[in-house]
């Protein structure tokens, strides 16, 4: 259960266009606004981490009744309210792919001692907040399920109460990341970043599985290709690379593995530079022994070296051409364009396990089973972006598109089919409009048996 955290503070100074103080009005902007946004912003590690290890990741925005209401000489007041409505819309969007939960809240008025005489004084909505039934706003009526295990409870679901006192309380607004001891600023790098679309022609954001040098023409981590041969492995996906203390960045993936890295002169390196984590989409761990990151304006590059633990054995793994780009929400026209239609699963490619599903059956004894993907995806695209996409089974899933990505939103999507139950845990689809590369995870319940699923490899071609 997620606890929350309130500032309960708010102002409304009353006044006229005519007669009103250029300094009041400033007053209110910085404290019901601004407030919230630095507030919101020194708590986005804390939220990032508890979303991306499973944990609950709540924002709670107080507005106002009068966000929508035109009230004699509160008209700043009531500016200042619907932009915080506004801003709870876009963090909605922005923060639904990171698994982070954002709501608005608009109470009405609530009495404050002292209101009959109020002319010029604060108007304090604390016993308004007090009454808000956060566990209620938190549980099922905003489901968010995650497959990830949760690691520990995390303190995450930030409450934001009316304008937040956080400018009168003294906390910084948000300011250029610090450089570590006089070191390179981090500010380039920050941010969400999305791999491009994977290609294998130039190897771009294709990573190979390979035998060690100690371990030559070993058996391959891909079950159906010959021994001592390389599995590629197309990369989708995003980061978000976020500042921790004396100027280092914390970078946090979809898959739920964080890692540290420190700023040399010209690119972000790996710190310490061995790092593990365990895949929480494939279940698979890594240990990452290097990874150098670049950045020019909007596009990043990486590299990335490391060891794969894979049932089938420790593996080298290499990325040599990582590419990404800084991810930022698209026109609903451009999302259509890149997502809707019909895509048709390419023919299975067993030497790169390409359109093979993985089974796993809940019996401890039972071994995995691969499955070729078949058939068609019908995706359609909402004004809002959201996308649904129809499975060649009949069953719906809703996604939220972010820059060239999609991704299941929200986890954990149930369909029943033919005496089966699908539960859709994660699935990922980058797009360029013409090709989708993919990666799910799920489990199907049939008589009674749970049967885990991971498609690591998916192709599609648009029809």
């Avoid at 690119?267 to 150098?292: A, F, H, M």
Wanted: proline fraction near 7%.
């Amino acid at each position: 259960m997620a606890s929350g955290r309130s500032g309960n503070a708010g102002i409304l100074l009353p006044g006229l266009l005519s007669d009103g103080s250029p300094g009041e009005w400033e007053r209110q902007m910085e404290l019901n606004l601004t407030g919230l946004l630095r507030f919101i912003h020194a708590l986005m590690p804390d939220l990032l981490e508890a979303a991306s290890t499973g944990g609950a990741a709540d924002i709670v925005n107080i507005s106002s009744a009068a966000a929508g209401q035109v009230e004699f000489g509160a008209a700043v007041y009531a500016a200042t309210k619907a932009a915080v409505s506004h801003l709870s819309r876009h963090f909605r969007q922005e923060l639904a792919p990171l698994n982070v939960r954002v709501t608005d809240v608009r109470p009405g008025t609530a009495e404050a001692r002292g209101r009959a005489g109020m002319r010029r004084t604060p108007v304090s909505i604390s016993a308004c907040i007090r009454r808000i039934h956060f566990r209620r706003i938190m549980s099922s009526r905003f489901p968010l399920r995650t497959t990830r295990p949760a690691r520990r409870r995390w303190p995450a679901a930030v409450v934001l109460a009316a304008a937040l006192a956080v400018t009168a309380a003294g906390v910084p607004g948000p300011a250029a990341a610090a450089p570590a001891s006089g070191g390179p600023s981090v500010d380039k790098y920050l941010g969400t970043w999305n791999y491009d679309q994977p290609d294998r022609g130039s190897m771009r954001n294709v990573a190979e599985l390979k035998c060690p040098d100690t371990r030559p023409g070993c058996d391959s981590a891909n079950p159906l290709a010959p021994a001592g041969s390389t599995w590629q492995i197309p990369q989708i996906g995003r980061i978000v690379f976020s500042t921790e203390s004396r100027g280092r960045v914390v970078g946090r993936t979809d898959r739920g593995c964080t890692w540290r890295f420190t700023a040399r002169r010209g690119s972000l390196e790996l710190d310490p530079p061995r790092q593990s984590c365990e895949n929480q989409v494939i279940k698979s761990g890594y240990t990452i022994t290097s990874w150098s990151v670049t950045v020019s304006g909007r596009h990043e590059r990486e590299t990335i070296k490391g060891v794969s633990h894979n049932r089938r054995g420790e593996f080298d793994f290499v990325l040599e051409r990582g590419a990404r780009t800084k991810a930022e929400q698209e026109p609903p026209a451009k999302v259509a364009k890149r997502f809707a239609g019909q895509w048709k699963y390419a023919p299975a490619d067993p030497s790169q396990l390409v359109n093979f599903a993985t089974y796993l059956p809940g019996r401890p004894d039972a071994t995995p089973k691969l499955t070729p993907q078949r058939g068609l995806v019908e995706m359609t695209v909402k004004p809002d972006r959201t996308g649904v996409a129809r499975t060649a089974d009949g069953c719906e899933w809703t996604m939220t598109a972010w820059g060239n990505t999609a991704e299941l939103n929200p986890p954990g999507q149930t369909c029943k089919r033919s005496g089966k139950t699908i539960t859709m845990g994660f699935w990922q689809v980058a797009g360029d409009g013409r090709l989708q590369a993919s990666i799910m995870n799920g489990v199907v319940r049939q008589a009674g048996l749970d049967s885990g699923f991971v498609l690591n490899v998916g192709a599609l071609t648009r029809r």
